[in-house]
């Protein structure tokens, strides 16, 4: 029997659509994941397969900036146990080095692999024959092996956004086994970071007794990048109708503004960031009048109780560290638990002196990239986390463990007092690195790897 198939020479699969109609307007989904895959997607005139965002929804296939949006109906309960369960509190916090605890439930797995099936089943309905699929992140990792059997002409790529675990942590899930050979259903397996692709590696022939590379796979590292020219319009925009200057003027003109701008997440340290800044003001290395720190919390994965605790406990920090320092001049820490449009965000990257990407573990970090793209001939100190993907490419930045208060603290004060120069010399070595290394380039260079495989050489695993 010749398998159905459909019209899309190139598939784009992620757990989200890359936009949402709200009221009468589209809206971008939140994440770095989407932010990354919409102009390339867009620029191959792309089918995109992903959830609309909101349960029970049936909002048919559509046009949209150039893609075929073709929504994956997720229901309440699905969502509840696939989305928020599986993907968000089993693999989302085990593949973050345990952040916190990672639950583990036998009807989330079954409910994930329905999911899973779901999303192949589009594939395998919206691909011309011979198309590429490229299938993205860790809510979609059964997704390869189910394509493969439904459509063995297609070539699929699977590219993991987050980090992927050391063997002793992934040792730990149940169906882990289930889980590498859902991965190995792809033609090339891209990660973040060199440490990725070894993980996975030593997973497969530890728990698998599989080399992954054999039968001519191609695992890689793909570090993610950011649109450095267009993050170089929108800033000369921002600049042009003085956006930076009023943000300052609107914060009370202060010395010095730092900011931290995350989805509200365990993987982020914000908790101790806080903190940090907290015990520099209380010891007087920073001064709370002259200091700013404006934290933007992007709300996300509210209905998770995690989630809920986590934001809890970083709103009740803000309001003792503003009670013990503000003054009538203002607060010294601006929270703010809302999303912004991208022009904003790079708006208050021109005002920011300093940038804190201090994650606890991340599998790259774009705002890091971000901030240095909108820096460019500006200066402005990056202090980011050694446990950031960003780490190994952006290495003139102020390098931290997050976990260690000492050294985040002394990494604040010295990006706080570093001269000019110092900091013009590192934005602009960084800034370079990013524009060298564009977000175009990431995709041609997965994308190129992708046609070079041939589909029809590679042996399923076991389901
Ligand atoms: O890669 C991290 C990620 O889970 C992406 O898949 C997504 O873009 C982002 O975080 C936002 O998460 P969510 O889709 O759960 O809101």
Same mark, same amino acid.
């Given at each position: 029997?010749?398998?159905?198939?459909?019209?899309?020479?190139?598939?784009?699969?992620?757990?989200?659509?890359?936009?949402?109609?709200?009221?009468?307007?589209?809206? =971008?989904?939140?994440?770095?994941?989407?932010?990354?895959?919409?102009?390339?997607? #867009?620029?191959?005139?792309?089918?995109?397969?992903?959830?609309?965002?909101?349960?029970?929804?049936?909002? $048919?296939?559509?046009?949209?900036?150039?893609?075929?949006?073709?929504?994956?109906?997720?229901?309440?309960?699905?969502?509840? /146990?696939?989305?928020?369960?599986?993907?968000?509190?089993?693999?989302?916090?085990?593949?973050?080095?345990?952040? @916190?605890?990672?639950?583990?439930?036998?009807?989330?797995?079954?409910?994930?692999?329905?999911?899973?099936?779901?999303?192949?089943?589009?594939?395998?309905?919206?691909? *011309?024959?011979?198309?590429?699929?490229?299938?993205?992140?860790?809510?979609?990792?059964?997704?390869?092996?189910?394509?493969?059997?439904?459509?063995?002409?297609?070539?699929?790529?699977?590219?993991?956004?987050?980090?992927?675990?050391?063997?002793?942590?992934?040792?730990? &899930?149940?169906?882990? *086994?289930?889980?590498?050979?859902?991965?190995?259903?792809? $033609?090339?397996?891209?990660?973040?970071?060199? *440490?990725?692709?070894?993980?996975?590696?030593?997973?497969?022939?530890?728990?698998?007794?599989? $080399?992954?590379? *054999?039968?001519?796979?191609?695992?890689?590292?793909?570090?993610?990048?950011?649109?450095?020219?267009?993050?170089?319009?929108?800033?000369?925009? =921002?600049?042009?109708?003085?956006?930076?200057?009023? @943000?300052?003027?609107?914060?009370?003109?202060?010395?010095?503004?730092?900011?931290?701008?995350?989805?509200?997440?365990?993987?982020?340290?914000?908790? %101790?960031?806080?903190?940090?800044?907290?015990?520099?003001?209380?010891?007087?290395? &920073?001064?709370?009048?002259?200091?700013?720190?404006?934290?933007?919390?992007?709300?996300?994965?509210?209905?998770?109780?995690?989630?809920?605790?986590?934001?809890?406990?970083? %709103?009740?920090?803000?309001?003792?560290?503003?009670?013990?320092?503000?003054?009538?001049?203002?607060?010294?820490?601006?929270?703010?638990?809302?999303?912004?449009?991208?022009?904003?965000?790079?708006?208050?990257?021109?005002?920011?002196?300093?940038?804190?990407? #201090?994650?606890?573990?991340?599998?790259?970090?774009?705002?890091?990239?971000?901030?240095?793209?909108?820096?460019?001939?500006?200066?402005?100190?990056?202090? &980011?986390?050694?446990?950031?993907?960003?780490?190994? %490419?952006?290495?003139? /930045?102020?390098?931290?463990?997050?976990?260690?208060?000492?050294?985040?603290?002394?990494?604040? #004060?010295?990006?706080?007092?570093?001269?000019?120069?110092?900091?013009? #010399?590192?934005?602009?070595?960084?800034?370079?690195?990013?524009?060298?290394?564009?977000?175009?380039?990431?995709?041609?260079?997965?994308?190129?790897?992708?046609?070079?495989?041939?589909?029809?050489?590679?042996?399923?695993?076991?389901?």
């Amino acid at each position: 029997m010749s398998p159905q198939t459909g019209r899309h020479s190139f598939l784009v699969v992620a757990n989200r659509l890359p936009c949402r109609r709200a009221a009468d307007a589209w809206r =971008a989904s939140p994440g770095g994941l989407v932010a990354t895959l919409a102009p390339v997607a #867009t620029r191959h005139s792309a089918g995109w397969i992903g959830w609309s965002g909101i349960a029970d929804d049936d909002t $048919d296939p559509g046009e949209h900036a150039g893609m075929t949006l073709i929504p994956v109906r997720l229901s309440a309960a699905e969502v509840t /146990a696939h989305y928020e369960g599986f993907a968000n509190s089993t693999i989302w916090p085990l593949y973050h080095d345990n952040v @916190i605890a990672p639950r583990f439930s036998r009807s989330w797995w079954e409910s994930h692999q329905q999911v899973n099936r779901r999303f192949a089943e589009a594939v395998a309905a919206s691909a *011309a024959p011979g198309a590429r699929v490229w299938v993205h992140d860790y809510q979609l990792q059964l997704v390869p092996q189910m394509v493969r059997r439904l459509r063995p002409d297609v070539r699929i790529g699977f590219f993991c956004h987050i980090p992927f675990p050391p063997v002793g942590l992934f040792a730990q &899930l149940p169906w882990r *086994a289930e889980v590498l050979s859902g991965l190995l259903g792809a $033609d090339v397996i891209g990660f973040q970071r060199r *440490a990725d692709v070894e993980n996975f590696t030593a997973a497969c022939i530890r728990l698998l007794g599989i $080399d992954p590379r *054999a039968e001519g796979r191609i695992v890689e590292a793909y570090p993610v990048s950011v649109d450095s020219a267009h993050i170089t319009a929108l800033a000369r925009d =921002a600049e042009r109708q003085d956006e930076p200057e009023r @943000i300052r003027a609107d914060l009370g003109d202060p010395q010095t503004v730092l900011l931290g701008i995350d989805r509200l997440d365990h993987t982020k340290g914000i908790l %101790e960031r806080l903190l940090a800044v907290e015990e520099l003001f209380d010891t007087g290395a &920073l001064d709370p009048v002259t200091t700013r720190l404006v934290q933007i919390a992007v709300p996300s994965r509210e209905a998770i109780p995690a989630y809920r605790d986590l934001r809890a406990e970083v %709103e009740r920090t803000v309001g003792r560290i503003n009670g013990k320092f503000a003054g009538l001049g203002g607060a010294s820490i601006h929270y703010l638990h809302r999303d912004y449009p991208f022009e904003s965000v790079v708006a208050w990257y021109l005002a920011a002196d300093v940038l804190l990407a #201090t994650s606890l573990r991340d599998g790259m970090n774009l705002v890091a990239k971000e901030y240095v793209a909108a820096r460019r001939g500006r200066g402005g100190v990056l202090v &980011l986390s050694e446990f950031a993907g960003a780490a190994d %490419e952006l290495t003139e /930045a102020l390098i931290v463990n997050p976990h260690d208060r000492d050294a985040l603290g002394a990494a604040i #004060t010295r990006a706080v007092r570093m001269e000019s120069g110092g900091a013009h #010399t590192r934005i602009e070595a960084m800034a370079a690195t990013v524009a060298d290394r564009s977000l175009c380039a990431w995709a041609t260079r997965f994308l190129d790897d992708l046609e070079s495989v041939s589909p029809a050489a590679l042996t399923v695993p076991p389901e």
